[in-house]
DNA sequence: CTGACCTGTGCTCAAATGAGCATGTAGTAT
DNA sequence: ATACTACATGCTCATTTGAGCACAGGTCAG
């Protein structure tokens, strides 16, 4: 990896930019201190320290613990203008050792930026449910689930068990709605909402100030809410132009926000509730879901990214080619 | 080996954290500019980076090729206030192992160390003999051999060969000596300085600048000149307190020069131009040569070294016990 | 409520540092 | 010899940096 070893010093010289640098590098002194030490003058010690550096002698390593890759991190936090973003090196992962890995990662984010003075919002995924699992030492403060549950979904893996669940964990107040997500029609849609539970959650929405949230893709489709719906829906809603989905919200490939009618008919947060929210954070990783977490990026949404490192390559490269914002 | 590994800094903090780091160490940028980058202050990117520093994120090796353990090799410098030592970290090293290191090591200081404007001079011993053979980019200077053959030694292990070979190498004059080391009386040694060639060899001693020798150990034994003596021989002059010789050059345990009587029968380089040499390097080490080469470093015929890095441990620590000049 | 006590932040001022220049010393070609 | 290049060394001066202080906000016990 480094273009040139420990180059061709010889062993005096070594000795004597070994000794400078472990007095510089590792006790921390100064150059002028070093020189007045060995008897050379300051700037002896500088270029002895620099000769060091070039021929590898001193190797500087910025070590990455979770194998996250920060620089990749930073390099699509920025192409995308985004708060925070962790990119985590998973390798060839299974899907379920990716979620794990995204998952271990969102709760560490998570737990970081969540004070005691935030309110936390929840959406739903198979990823935030492991996320709820093990989720430890994150601040006490109030849980609200941003979305109602999916039918034919595994009752414990669901958006109402996953609000419990973090709410034991942290100890806060927990406000969540038994309650389908997807509904016949509006108008039963806006009557469940005046359900006093229902209810009660959805005037939190404007209180919350940190959500995490899962995306759903819809071509190729990896998606609990597209999997719910029947085949006639998914293909209405795929003709026009869905391709991703947060917290209920469906989005086209540019991320403008499509079929306003069938989110009505949602119990979820919705699209400029989630827009108003100070921290957004997306969990999504996995090679089937690149379109739609960019539609979800660019929808502005969200803010702030927990992904795989593939995912975030593919998405730098994207907006290398497409850098329109 | 570290206290602390990537200790716990949370994700968000780890990729500003490293982001930092990165444009700090590896883009050489300075702190002010990566404030001005991030939007922060120079004082919070100094924090940063000190936190980065403590946590283990940044870690900064000095790395060692050819097992040279610098801090021993600068600390055994200091302990006899020699001009350059190189210690070699051998591990469980065979006795041949351990001179091929040394040789190989001695090669590198000696080229290092030899300009052209240079007389080089060379006594004798195994270790030497290697580093003849595997001699390269030495500067072409004149190469003096300080001490006479050796008998009962393989005819290719003397110190004639060893200024041929080296010289050979370096493409420079060789001034050798065909003729015993040990003679039988002072009077047969002092006739035999009067032949041209040794008469030659021996007045470019005091145009020597740099030489390189071997150590002989008397106790216990392991020195090709003590192999050579009759056990009367030996006997006697252990007697006298004999513990190390460095080209013919007896001295007792502390660095005293002894026997003069038996030097004056050598054909050597004699102590007084041997100490008036710039530099003297040692090549010296195994676990038989201790009190020898302490001795030798102590009497001041030397003022460098190459040596294992048990031996420079030993020295360090005799020195410790006995802080005396 | 109040004052002690943290913690994180940004400041002043003096010390540490780097860029670039001037000098000295070769070695090399003309 | 002379001029040129190459290179190591030590300088000046402007920039960078760290130590230590001051201030704001928050927490806690009395």
Redesign the pocket.
Known sequence: MPPEEPARLRPAQLVRAATVARL?FLE?K?????ADELG????????I?EQARESGLVRIEISAPDNIDYELSEQLRRAYDLRHVVAVETGEATEVHLRTALARTATALVSELVT??DVLGVGYGRTLTIMAETMDALACCPVVQLTGALLGVNAEENSVELVRQISARNGGPAFPMYIPQVLPDAATAAMLRRQPEVAEAHRRFPTVTKAVVAVGSWNPPSSQLYDALTSKERTALLRRGVTAEVCATLLDADGNTVAQDFTDRCISINSGQLKAIEDVIAVAGGPTKLAALRSVILSGHVNSLVTDATMARSLVALRATHPSS
Chains 1, 2 share one sequence.
């Not at 050379?40 to 270029?47: E, G």
Request: aromatic residues 12%; hydrophobic residues 35%.
């Open positions: 510089y921390s100064s150059k002028s201190e070093i050379i003058n300051r700037f002896k010690v500088a270029r320290l005691e003075n």
